[in-house]
Structure formats: structure tokens, C-alpha cells
């Protein structure tokens, strides 16, 4: 995430979606007649999504709502709601304060908009919300929250270390590489984010790298975890754009980058 409320383009989210292997998903669409104007991915085992888009009105503008898992105490298995609604919920301006959240395993919720972000954070069943407005410059929000530093985090020393190595890395090489401005005109993804491309398709780092970004874990028991997708939005006065890839098979390659009509 980068926000700079000076500049023409004020913010910009990358999201990666990891996920297990095999797990059925739709690529960005409008999936959802009864909020005809939201767009996102559409994962066809829940019926909702990690990343919405609304690209809203004159009045409104643009918000953008990307959804990651948590750590802490699961939902009652009977009662468990998926948290695949809650970035549809909040792109149109719903309020965690009106939902039952102890129906929810933990997450961290960032919703965007060209003034901001913020990060809504939940660690499970008997806690409390927690809310973090993000700060202007590079933010790394992690299943451990925003910069790793949520209430409730994993307790696995493995999964920690390869979360660290993978926000430092990143956030070192875009602090080092020129602000793109991404035009909602431009004509392909190469074009609207220029030297930060390369970067956000894995930096040439082998996909089992502790750093990778694009990545494939093998966990020996027969599961396969892993980037299935990369989105990319900027927003804008009144301007979003939407550039989306499906994780190319060799980390570095940018074929397959599509912008998502809103």
C-alpha cells in the first residue's frame, strides 16, 4: 500500500491472493446481481470475495475492500458465517459495528479510498475490533495486520519468519523504485505502473524464496499453498483503475495482466 495524499494519483494497493491449491475461483467480474456495481474475483466455494471494487459516483468516489485471514480463536463451526461478504459489505458502506462478528474467524479488512486507508482488524470470538488508519508513505499489511504487529498473531515461528522476510524485501525494492501514476487511459499494465511491475511479479525470486512474494509452499501432508492471483488499483478523484493477473507460471513474466473494466 502506498498513500500520498499530494500526489495525482494518491493511492495504491497490491494484493496477492494466497491461497490453497485447488481452491475454484472466477477472475474479477460483476458476480453479484443484488450489488450489480461491485466488482471483484468471485471464489466458487464460498460465493464471496477477497478484493471488491465499487467504483461509486460523482458523489461518492471510488472504495476498494481486500480481505485477509487472521489468527486467533475460529467462530462456533454452526454459527460460522464466511468472511468472503465482509469486503462486498464494505464497499457499500457497511460498518463492522453492525455485524454479529463473533460469527467470523479472524481477519484484517483494509478498505480503500483515494483519502485513505484503513485497516479493520478482528482476532475472533469473544475480542474486540480494532481499527488502524495507515499512514502516509509504504504500508505492509500482513495476516499478522498491518506491519505484523495485530493483537492476536500466529504462533507458528516458521510462518512469522517467512511473512518478515517477504515485507522486508518488498517494501525495501518499492522504496527504491520511482512512484508509478497510473492513468486510468493507459493502455496496458506495463505502461500505467512502469519500473514497480517486475517487482510485484515476484522480483525474480524462486517461488519457495522465504522472501518470495509469488510463492508455492508445500507442506507435506499433500497440501499445496500458494499465489493463485496479483491485483493492482489506484485511486483517484473521482478515478480507479483495476489491473489484474492470474500468478503467471515462472515468477518475473508479466503475460496475462488485464485491466478489469468497472
Known amino acids: 500500500m502506498s498513500i500520498e495524499p499530494a500526489a495525482a494519483v494518491p493511492v495504491l494497493l497490491l494484493s496477492v491472493r494466497d491461497e490453497y491449491a485447488g481452491r475454484r475461483w472466477a477472475p474479477p467480474g460483476h458476480h453479484w446481481p443484488a450489488q450489480a456495481s461491485a466488482v471483484g474475483g468471485l471464489d466458487l ?8 471494487v465499487e467504483p461509486g459516483g460523482a458523489d461518492t468516489g471510488p472504495v476498494a475492500a481486500c ?14 458465517l464466511s468472511r468472503g461478504e465482509l469486503p462486498l459489505f464494505a464497499v457499500r458502506g457497511g460498518r463492522l459495528g453492525d455485524l454479529d462478528l463473533d460469527r ?11 483519502s485513505g486507508a484503513r485497516v479493520l482488524s478482528w482476532g475472533g470470538s469473544g475480542g474486540r475490533p480494532a481499527e488502524l488508519e495507515l499512514p502516509t508513505g509504504l504500508s505492509v499489511v500482513l495476516n499478522d495486520g498491518p506491519q505484523g504487529l495485530a493483537e492476536s498473531r500466529t504462533a507458528s515461528e516458521r510462518i512469522r519468519t517467512l511473512m518478515a522476510a517477504r515485507a522486508a524485501h518488498f517494501r525495501a525494492r518499492f522504496a527504491t523504485e520511482p512512484r508509478p501514476r497510473p492513468r486510468p487511459g493507459a493502455a496496458t499494465a506495463e505502461e500505467a505502473w512502469g519500473g514497480w511491475l517486475p517487482i510485484v511479479t515476484g522480483d525474480g525470486l524462486a517461488l519457495d524464496d522465504p522472501a518470495a512474494l509469488v510463492q508455492r509452499r508445500e507442506f507435506g501432508d499433500g497440501r499445496i499453498w ?37
Open 226 to 262: 500458494g499465489s493463485s492471483s496479483i491485483s493492482l488499483l489506484a485511486l483517484g478523484p473521482g478515478s480507479v483503475r483495476y489491473d489484474f493477473a492470474a500468478v503467471p507460471a515462472e515468477p518475473g513474466g508479466c503475460e496475462g495482466w488485464r485491466r478489469v473494466e468497472l
Open 67 to 80: 480481505l485477509l485471514n487472521g489468527f486467533g480463536t475460529p467462530a462456533a463451526e454452526g454459527a460460522r
Open 45 to 52: 466455494v464460498a460465493g464471496g470475495t477477497w478484493l471488491a
Open 104 to 114: 467470523y474467524d479472524p481477519f484484517h479488512l483494509v478498505v480503500v479510498r483515494p
